[in-house]
């Protein structure tokens, strides 16, 4: 077997997890979380479900450019701090 | 240890004896037996298993790809609808790369609801990407169990291995057959080391998006572990000779092939029907010879060049249909010979719904198929029965289709 088979004989989806590494998920976006500071206690449940790791854990910043708006922090958060806006027609 | 049981309660000692290290399964009729009895011995404390009752057959293919990325060696079976159940995931574990391992025993798919033997369940698996064995035996279903693990688990295959045993024939009969204990199996198959492993210390995605630049490569790897098996199926066939003297064939076992003028082409407990009726055309003097495809994936193209050249003709026998054009081990066989062998090929259908193929019926068509009397594509035995009238009856009172006055 020629070695370039050989190597491609082990390619499967392998990979390293990086940020981004699916694309500008944020493009698919059809409502936003925004986070009301007076409301938000930093119970943190919304970094621990967020499914895209959107959330940043030290200010509770959502990252626009991968967050798909899939409103699980806005459903989890127990005091209501998260608001799912409709996105502008860009 | 020589013992007389069924075919799936020998399965179930045999990945005892290979060390499987979890079974996640669900039970479906006629597989049911295979996984009660390694529930059995896990609970005995016969077999240092983890087993997964899962609330599904799609489940236990998504646990069974999970198990084996944790780097346990993972076994499950299933049957018919749990099989067609699984499709999706049974891409998932040969496009991850899981040498896992999977009985299934052949039964036909409803409806009519049937539980019996046919191989329109495995055969519509074909393009999954997993390696497909049919056995004929009880011994062989054991031996193939053992074998399964060492191909699959070889870093230039790994991919899924499906066994698959005929429902009934082989599944509930019982037959004596030698069972090899833990340590004999432990000279002959080393524990599994896998390549890598899902492992919290190293993290690493596995299944995640792959763009259309890079995803082909990840396909034809596939093919590539398929060719691979090829060479490593026959080097463990060989190996598990010296150490246990059995065999049962590589990719194709050939029977009174030397000088064979004409060859029944058949898989599974059919094949060893056909034997049968080889047996008898030797003894009326007709040099007829016997192709039993133990490998349908990947299939045996070279071998049946080889075997096949110079025959005057062959009747492939199908315990499956491919709707629309005919037999799938006929298309397959007529695509490899095309080009190398010229051949007369008849197909014969046989066998659907567990109906009973005997060897003077066998006998019977290979005769008229060497005559050149059988058509391309036969249906064996079709003709109206009481039951099929009660359907006739039934259209006809509801419209003109059979009404007759």
């Known amino acids: ?90 | 240890m020589r013992l007389l049981e069924t075919g799936n309660h020998m399965v179930a000692y045999a990945a005892n004896s290979a060390h499987v290290e979890v079974v996640p399964a669900y039970p479906i009729t006629p597989q049911t037996q295979i996984i009660e009895e390694i529930a059995d011995l896990i609970a005995r404390g016969e077999m240092d298993a983890e087993y997964i009752p899962v609330e599904s057959e799609h489940s236990a293919c998504a646990a069974l790809v999970s198990a084996s990325l944790t780097g346990a060696r993972a076994f499950s079976a299933t049957s018919s609808h749990g099989l067609a159940y699984m499709h999706e995931m049974l891409h998932y574990a040969a496009g991850i790369r899981v040498p896992v391992v999977m009985a299934n025993v052949n039964r036909a798919l409803g409806p009519g609801w049937n539980i019996w033997c046919d191989h329109q369940d495995s055969i519509s698996q074909r393009d999954t990407g997993w390696l497909q064995v049919y056995v004929a035996s009880h011994q062989e279903a054991v031996d193939t169990v053992i074998q399964a693990y060492k191909i699959t688990e070889d870093s230039s295959v790994l991919v899924p291995m499906m066994i698959n045993l005929d429902a009934f024939v082989i599944s509930h009969t019982y037959m004596d057959a030698d069972i090899p204990g833990r340590e004999e199996v432990d000279s002959f198959l080393p524990a599994y080391k896998p390549l890598w492993r899902l492992d919290p210390r190293k993290p690493v995605t596995h299944g995640s998006v792959v763009y259309p630049v890079d995803f082909s490569e990840t396909r034809q790897s596939i093919q590539i572990g398929h060719d691979n098996a090829r060479g490593v199926i026959k080097s463990v066939a060989a190996e598990f000779k010296d150490v246990f003297g059995r065999w049962h064939g590589e990719l194709v076992e050939p029977y009174l092939m030397d000088d064979a003028q004409f060859a029944i082409v058949a898989m599974g407990s059919m094949a060893a029907e056909a034997k049968v009726a080889v047996n008898a055309l030797r003894r009326q003097g007709r040099k007829v010879g016997l192709l039993r495809v133990r490998f349908f994936r990947p299939f045996p193209n070279d071998e049946l060049r080889e075997l096949c050249a110079g025959l005057e003709g062959l009747m492939v026998i199908d315990r499956d249909y491919s709707y629309g054009n005919t037999g799938a081990l006929f298309t397959e066989v007529k695509a490899a010979l095309y080009g190398h062998v010229d051949a007369k090929a008849t197909n014969l259908i046989v066998g659907i719904g567990g109906r009973d193929v005997t060897h003077q019926m066998i006998e019977e068509m290979t005769i008229k198929s060497w005559a050149g009397e059988m058509a391309e594509v036969t249906w064996g035995d079709s003709r109206m029965s009481p039951a099929h009238e009660v359907t006739t009856a039934i259209l006809a009172e509801f419209g003109e289709l059979f009404d007759k006055d």
């Open chain 1, 1 to 90: 077997m020629s070695k370039e088979n050989e190597e491609l004989g082990y390619m499967t989806s392998v990979s390293r997890p990086i940020k981004g590494c699916a694309g500008d998920t944020g493009e698919w976006r059809v409502f936003r979380p925004v986070k009301d500071a007076e409301k938000c206690n930093n119970c943190l449940l919304c970094w621990v479900f967020c499914p895209e790791a959107c959330i940043d854990k030290e200010e509770l910043e959502v990252d626009y450019q991968y967050c798909k708006g899939c409103g699980i922090c806005a459903v989890e958060c127990p005091t209501g701090a998260m608001t799912m806006i409709k996105e502008e027609k860009r």
